[in-house]
């Protein structure tokens, strides 16, 4: 209705538990359209792990509040988006090869398919990401493009806490002795793309593998950045740095 | 522009090589929206056969002139809908097991990831399909409930010679001993769904067996219908019948 107007839409797709990175996502979305509409939908086929599923943080009166808060017009929390007879995905075969794709089996597909699910529903002029997000982004981009899909993809840099680790929902579930360990981690994520080296990365990938409380899944360069991914306790973290000095 | 001015679109979807059974959607189209598209596009993807696909006629002067004498505002024939790194698949895994989709490896993934772009680009109200690709009007109905893509589907009855055979582009690659051959199996096709017996079906197989130049691919009593796929000479025929007197 608001697209027959004349309204310039953007929306905000999120899994709830919204923090400052999901706040500067609904801002920036503010200034550029007329309204926005920000989701809120923990989508349980882009989950490989039952456990990651069920853990995941959830709080929908204090996500409501923030989203309007931040200025969005509807925060949309969907019960399911897939009927019990729901028999269709959409799976990109390139992009979404290597890193979390070869960890996370199913989870691309999943994204895919849930954000073409809202963009039908939404149909919005722009999606904002979050950038934090980074092989997401480039997988959505590329679906978007193949599907000719009619909206504008602007990914957001990621916003980080003041040790450097970047904001997410999973964050709310370290202790506080992951936290710090999660901190430690980030830190030596920036470093070593900082240094940008063949040396550097297989440097950071022993000191991980050293690092008490971290399990290292991959630190990979790709398209001159470094990408890595790991756990701190039963909490999964990823992050991605452009290499070299900025 | 036509829906932001107000203006309803209905879309007639088609791979050219236009007959009666395409003009009778597009006049349906004409009937029901302000404005009426229909595309012409040999989606390479739903070819499970090379020879199929370079053998499918392709006439498209005429094939123009057919959809605008019907009423047509838009003939649309892209060039092609795949990037060269196009990395994006819509698959449909439930109706879109058995009958066709058991022997056409992959087709029905093609006709699902070009009917979302196709979709995308046009941004009907209304698709209009011929019941003929039956199985295919299933699939894509539970594509796009399963997307929540803002179209509704209308399927048109099968439009058929008056031997009975359902009219289809590929029946003009038919020789003339062909031909006969197709119309006979057509007039088999109707008498075993009209008898609708387990009995009758098996009688058919037997028969379609023993019918010289006609290769049967398969008979099977789906949902209340007999659906029927063979081959006579290299072009593949397909009829679905309600079982039962009507």
Chains 1, 2 share one sequence.
Not at 122 to 136: A, F, T, Y
Request: proline content about 4%; charged content about 25%; hydrophobic content about 40%.
């Amino acid at each position: 209705m608001w697209r027959k107007k004349g309204y310039t839409v953007a929306f905000v797709p999120t899994m709830g538990a919204l923090h400052d990175g999901h706040k500067a996502l609904i801002e920036r979305a503010v200034r550029l359209a007329d309204r926005v509409v920000v989701s809120s939908y923990v989508n349980p086929a882009q989950f490989n792990s039952k456990g990651d599923f069920v853990r995941y943080p959830k709080r929908p009166g204090r996500d409501r509040q923030l989203a309007s808060g931040a200025g969005a017009d509807i925060y949309f929390c969907p019960k399911t988006l897939y009927a019990v007879d729901a028999s269709t995905w959409v799976e990109e075969v390139d992009r979404s090869q290597g890193r979390c794709g070869a960890t996370r089996r199913g989870h691309f597909r999943g994204v895919a398919t849930v954000v073409v699910k809202l963009l039908s529903i939404v149909q919005p002029n722009w999606m904002i990401l979050g950038e934090k997000d980074g092989q997401q982004c480039e997988v959505l981009e590329r679906v978007v493009r193949d599907l000719y899909l009619p909206v504008e993809i602007l990914s957001h840099p990621t916003v980080r806490e003041k040790d450097g680790l970047p904001m997410s929902s999973r964050n709310m579930r370290l202790t506080a002795s992951g936290r710090t360990c999660a901190g430690l981690w980030a830190r030596k994520v920036r470093d070593a793309a900082r240094e940008g080296s063949r040396l550097a990365v297989s440097h950071l990938r022993r000191s991980l593998r050293g690092q008490k409380g971290v399990r290292l899944e991959y630190a990979e360069v790709v398209g001159g950045k470094l990408w890595v991914a790991a756990r701190v306790g039963n909490v999964r973290l990823i992050d991605h740095r452009k290499c070299g000095r900025q």
